[in-house]
């Protein structure tokens, strides 16, 4: 090649490389002059993966706090359920029927979820059961009992024995009698969930 056509391919590799750099540098050029800092790519991806998780993160706040509110009006319907919940015994019986057994699976699943700690209440007629106090404390006992066999915690669930200084009929009929030897159920404290 003649030394002309070497300098004109010189040249033109010259150009080339120029027009090549030059957006390159004009733009950073201009990033510089305006104030703009273009972030290294890590920041880039930070951000991006930021950007991405942020929506999950407050889908994930939001389940919470959904699932938190529907924990609570579940503990608050077993807590209401458990308020009006009461099994009658036979004269000085103190262990439940087999339908008072279904009862108590009943009670012990609500208490389960009630988050709340519970006391069993039992009661005696005072006519035909004596005494009265004696009866009624086994009564709560054996039922307390038999709420931790269906899986209530020890800690969540306390007998106590009224005798019949709490009827709930005064007459004196065997039916009167029946309604007032039973078990009921108080709720002692609670404990929600924090929101």
Sequence with gaps: MT????????????LVGVFAVTPA????????????VAPPPS??????LEAQTQPELS??????????LQAVAVAQEARIWLSRAQLEYGAY????????????????EKMRVSMATWEVQGH???VQEKPALSISER??????????QFGVPEDQVIAKGYGDTK?????????????????????VSQEDPAP
């Design 3 to 14: 030394n002309w056509k070497w300098l004109l391919a010189l040249c033109l590799v010259a």
């Design 25 to 36: 540098l004009v733009q950073e050029d201009a990033e510089k002059a305006l104030g703009i």
């Design 43 to 48: 920041d880039i991806r930070e951000s991006q």
């Design 59 to 68: 889908e994930l706040v939001k389940a919470q706090e959904t699932d938190d």
């Design 93 to 108: 019986s103190v262990t439940a029927s087999p339908a008072g057994v279904r009862i108590l699976g009943e009670v012990a």
């Design 124 to 126: 005696s007629d005072g």
């Design 139 to 148: 009564r709560a006992r054996t039922a307390r009992l038999d709420l931790i």
């Design 167 to 187: 009827k709930v009929s005064r007459g004196q009929t065997a039916a009167d009698q029946q309604r007032n030897r039973r078990i009921t159920f108080r709720m």
